[in-house]
């Protein structure tokens, strides 16, 4: 499918436990974001990538590890999950030359 | 002060009623702005995208930029139920750089 999907959609982890998210998107843009969307905060960066082998942290990185091996691909990794990181996950892109960006789907992360 | 301010509602208005959302912003070097529309449970969607100052229209949308004011404005004519959904704004200095500033959000209700 054409677009920007994320995986998995909903999530149930455990204090502690490493957790990675997907995103996938079919445009071949250049960057990609990761944001988490809390109530009262709206959305916040957490990392972004310009291109393949470049990534660089955003407002609130702490916590989290990316990696962008290819264009089309950016997980995320919680790398010891904690109950502060209970959140919905968005995936973002645009080119190189826009503003604009496109967000996936989401993916409700709970840590217990 | 965030650099960005959006009164997240809930606004609640009759169907067919004009909507007007607004937002203020501090950082004067932003050029570039829009609008994103997220129902429940899904990722924020385009809307609207503007550069600089003036109006743009698109069906039953009009986005509104006046950057001596630093503030912008979403009307939204012939409101339908359809309409219902967090609306936010978004903007940026542009310039090739990743920081795109999004606006907490105003949930929207159009009653039937």
């Known amino acids: 499918d054409a677009g920007i999907t994320q995986s998995p959609r909903y999530k149930i982890t455990e204090t502690g436990r490493q957790v990675t998210l997907m995103c996938h998107q079919t445009w071949s843009h250049s960057y990609m974001f990761w944001y988490r969307q809390d109530l009262g905060h709206g959305l916040r960066l957490i990392y972004y990538?310009?291109?393949?082998?470049?990534?660089d942290k955003g407002e609130v990185p702490d916590g989290y590890v990316v990696s962008r091996s290819k264009t089309e691909n950016f997980p995320l990794t919680l790398e010891s999950a904690t109950r502060s990181q209970t959140s919905v996950y968005f995936c973002?892109?645009?080119?190189?030359?826009?503003?604009?960006?496109?967000f996936g789907p989401g993916t409700r992360l709970t840590v217990t | 002060q965030k650099e960005v301010e959006q009164d997240p509602g809930p606004l609640s208005v009759p169907e067919g009623a004009i909507v007007s959302l607004n937002c203020t912003y501090s950082n004067s070097a932003f050029q570039y702005f829009m609008w994103y529309r997220q129902y429940s449970r899904k990722g924020p969607e385009l809307l609207m995208y503007?550069?600089?100052?003036g109006n743009k229209e698109d069906g039953r949308f009009t986005a509104q930029v006046d950057k001596s004011s630093k503030y912008i404005s979403l009307f939204i004519r012939d409101s339908q139920p359809s309409d219902s959904a967090t609306y936010l704004c978004a903007m940026s200095a542009g310039t090739g750089g990743f920081k795109t500033i999004f606006g907490a959000g105003t949930r929207l209700f159009v009653k039937a």
């Open positions: 990538s310009a291109a393949a082998d470049i990534t």
């Open positions: 973002a892109s645009r080119e190189t030359s826009a503003e604009e960006q496109y």
């Open positions: 503007t550069y600089s100052s």
